[in-house]
């Protein structure tokens, strides 16, 4: 009774497709468990340690070799600490509000693509289906906080609710800037056409969508401001500004609960950088070179290894970029103050949205005259290269 | 194309399972002696006084209904938009443009309104940031018609 | 056991029946404004599903429109119109009657 | 028995479940979250019938804007959020007997009418198609729409607008 023979016999139970099963269980289990939430962890020890070099400190190195293991320490004490339900607060919302929230944000790993064929779900809806996943941290950081009966958090909770929901609409136009220029909503569909220009190729790529045309550059530093106020990273974190809100929507978390908010949060810049990487740039797509059409004839016996090495290679690229976006994220929480509450309403409805739309507008011009093609392509046409 | 969506929907069930698994692993593993000081509210210290739902500005409502008309904006734009590319390579190209940039500046209207009078305004009677740009006379006047001192 | 569920149209529309069902009861028990609106949303969602039901069962024949699908879009962005305008409605009632209990918000003077 | 089938059963007890609060649960808070999952439940169905840019639609504008919008107006209003008012249960009578009549009417009106099933739901992605729609036969109904949605923006803007010289202001100067 070898593996094979029980796995193959799987399939008749209930005639359910169990193979099938398994595969889209265990594929969000390794994305969620083993990619999303270590690597929250992980930014939380990066964040601090990238804090302490800004400010010519050392930052965490007692646990582990230079540190490493300080998010485990972390994450054991919140699990330890004691997590006290005020009196008069909503018991059933007040536990089902973090599911919420971190449906939201951890669920749209789905959409991440790591590969070519390395995805969670390559939904045909790709990247409007993680829009619409954001709108569920907003309605469960609004009911967490209503719960806890607590003034502050009410008002935090409101505020990050208010901040959250109207970022979403310079978040919209951006990413409707890029399906204006990728042509499709499937997040492959969009990586692939971001592959680099080959002369005279059929459906060639034309680079990165951040170079395709000016405005979308625009667009690319709208799209990053308009992610950083979704995850109330500063400037944005008015609703959790220590100072004046005591901490905003999560006063009266404590214990794991303020430790799932918290890893919300890393989860939420993780994804943004993750999905900014995949609609601007260019997923695992690298200049000049075509993974697919590498062959590095690695033959081992008759199985050919070559589409593993490009798997490993375009997930190491998606990572590295991934990774500069992270820490351009921690950066910026280093360097910029916080933005009052009209100064952030007036940027998102007075700066961000005329400016977002002007340039889809720009956008939809250059696919008209141009029929789609990028800064690159056409300056290539002009070189006679392509 | 179920198939995806099963997929996306094990992703969701496993994000919504695990914050209720970890807080019930974490009840079991963490001391608990509620007593009444800890049940309090946090109040800096205080005793709380009053409820937590004081009436309170009510500009949260005007952003909710700014958003929700947007928000219905930019969803039906995506069909048209995605759209684009390809009638611009099949030649009615300025039909979709036309159609789509048409809804889009129609709904820009109504920004621009609420950004004349004012309701975008994070902070009511935002008269002092708006004198700059009127002369005294008009700043006057305007102040006169709204029964200001 | 469940063979076939999934393909059922009649489960589909008693489904849409009985949201219906349950948003004239919303309407019906509830007290204050936002009770009723919510039971309006119940009605609305029966409504498109209905729609969309009807369009993947019967798509038509002589076109290959999702006319269906098309229509439900447009009562969900309604619903959304008619959300904005309701919540406005509810904040002026409040704000003059300090309740937006409907039975009390009776008087049309000013 | 497909997965499919599991999740459509998933789907319309939660629906039904979630209705059934809605409609008797006596705090609003808990109603309004219960809407939340009916409209996860319609979201989910409409992923079953393969009609994929709807469920993004649905979870978007209903579960991202009205709720929220719904949850402002609930937080405004304080005196309802905590009133766990046991009202007279006489008032559920006759709106539970007309809610039955209408689904016993509509369940026989559909058993009646003998209506078909298929072999599978073959999902074919509709964005493109919704797409073509929405630029072919119903461009006119797309512009339309655009002018009912700022005729609604500005009424509801002009509605809320605290000042400006309504009964309102003159309630708060007393």
């Known amino acids: ?386 | 194309m179920l198939q995806q969506f099963g997929n996306a929907l094990a992703f969701v069930i496993l994000a919504a399972i695990l914050p209720i698994a970890i807080l019930t692993i974490a009840k079991f593993l963490r001391p608990s002696y509620p007593h009444a000081g800890k049940l309090m509210t946090y109040e800096c210290g205080e005793v709380p006084k009053g409820s937590a739902y004081v009436m309170f500005n009510n500009r949260f409502y005007l952003v909710a209904i700014c958003f929700l008309v947007f928000d219905v904006e930019v969803a039906l734009l995506f069909p048209v938009m995605m759209l684009f590319r390809d009638s611009v390579n099949s030649g009615e190209g300025l039909v979709v443009f036309l159609l789509a940039f048409g809804f889009l500046f129609v709904l820009l209207a109504g920004l621009v309104y609420e950004w004349v009078k004012g309701d975008i305004d994070w902070v009511r009677d935002f008269m002092d940031r708006r004198k700059a740009l009127l002369s005294e006379g008009q700043y006057k006047a305007r102040l006169a018609q709204k029964g200001h001192s | 056991m469940l063979a076939g569920l999934s393909t059922n149209l009649g489960l589909y529309l008693g489904l849409s029946a009985v949201f219906f069902a349950f948003g004239v009861l919303t309407v019906l028990t509830r007290k204050n404004a936002v009770g009723l609106f919510m039971g309006v949303e119940l009605m609305l969602n029966g409504a498109a599903l209905n729609f969309v039901a009807f369009q993947t069962f019967r798509p038509g024949t002589h076109d290959s429109w999702l006319h269906g699908h098309v229509f439900s879009l447009f009562i969900i962005i309604l619903a959304a119109i008619e959300a904005a305008v309701a919540l406005a409605i509810v904040l002026r009632v409040f704000a003059a009657r300090r309740t937006i209990d409907p039975d009390r918000a009776t008087e049309l003077r000013g | 028995m497909q997965l499919v089938d599991f999740f459509t059963l998933l789907f319309m007890l939660m629906g039904v479940v979630s209705a059934v609060l809605v409609a008797f649960h006596p705090n609003v808070l808990y109603a309004a979250v219960a809407l939340v999952f009916s409209l996860l439940s319609v979201a989910g169905l409409y992923g079953v019938l393969g009609a994929d840019f709807l469920a993004a639609v649905q979870l978007i504008i209903y579960v991202g804007g009205i709720i929220v919008v719904i949850l402002f107006a609930i937080m405004m209003s304080e005196n309802i959020y905590r009133a766990r008012f046991r009202d007279a249960a006489g008032k559920f009578v006759i709106p539970t007997a007309v809610a039955a009549l209408l689904i016993a009417g509509f369940l026989k009106l559909f058993h009646d009418a003998k209506l078909e099933t298929r072999a599978g739901l073959n999902a074919i992605p509709t964005t493109e198609q919704m797409g073509r729609a929405l630029v072919g036969p119903y461009a006119l109904v797309f512009q339309y729409v655009a002018i009912v949605l700022l005729a609604g923006l500005i009424g509801a803007v002009v509605v809320a607008r605290p000042h400006h010289g309504n009964p309102e202001s003159e309630a708060e100067k007393k």
């Open chain 1, 1 to 386: 009774m070898s593996l094979a023979e029980f796995l193959s016999g799987l399939n008749s139970v209930f005639g359910i497709a169990l193979p099938m099963v398994l595969f889209s269980v265990l594929s969000a289990v390794i994305v969620i468990l083993l990619f999303a939430m270590p690597l929250g962890g992980m930014c939380t020890y990066f964040e601090r340690k990238v804090a302490a070099d800004f400010q010519e400190r050392i930052g965490p190195n007692r646990v582990g070799p230079i540190g490493l293991f300080q998010f485990f320490a972390d994450g054991i004490k919140m699990i330890l600490k004691e997590d006290t339900i005020t009196k008069n607060a909503d018991r059933f919302i007040f536990n089902f509000a973090p599911s919420l929230v971190l449906a939201g944000s951890l669920g749209a790993f789905a959409l991440v693509p790591f590969g070519k064929y390395v995805i969670g779900a390559d939904l045909d809806i790709g990247i409007f289906y993680a829009m619409a996943l954001g709108s569920l941290v907003s309605l469960g950081i609004l009911l967490g906080a209503w719960s806890s009966d607590n003034k502050w958090s009410l008002l935090g909770g409101m505020r990050a609710a208010a901040q959250i929901v109207s970022y979403e609409i310079p978040l919209g136009i951006a990413v409707l800037s890029v399906i204006t220029v990728s042509g499709t909503l499937s997040m492959q569909g969009i990586v692939s056409t971001q592959a680099w220009p080959v002369a005279n190729a059929v459906d060639g790529g034309h680079f990165w969508n951040v170079f395709h045309n000016p405005f979308l550059m625009i667009n690319f530093l709208i799209y990053f401001i308009a992610a950083l106020a979704e995850c109330n990273r500063t400037p944005f974190d008015l609703p959790e500004a220590e100072s004046e809100l005591v901490s905003g929507f999560n006063t009266e978390f404590s214990g794991m609960r303020f430790g799932l908010y918290a890893l919300g949060e890393f989860a939420d810049v993780i994804l943004f950088a993750c999905i900014a990487t995949a609609i601007f740039l260019g997923g695992w797509h690298l200049p000049f070179i075509n993974f697919d059409t590498l062959d590095l004839g690695l033959r081992v016996g008759d199985t050919d290894l070559t589409p593993l090495f490009q798997t490993i290679l375009m997930a190491s690229v998606f990572l590295a970029k991934v990774a500069v976006l992270v820490f351009v994220v921690m950066w910026i929480r280093w360097t910029l103050p916080r933005l009052r509450v009209d100064q952030l309403m007036d940027l998102c409805w007075k700066y961000m949205i005329p400016i977002g739309f002007v340039n889809l507008l720009g956008c939809a011009v250059w696919v008209w005259v141009f029929k789609g093609k990028s800064m690159i392509q056409v300056a290539g046409q002009l070189l006679g290269v392509y």
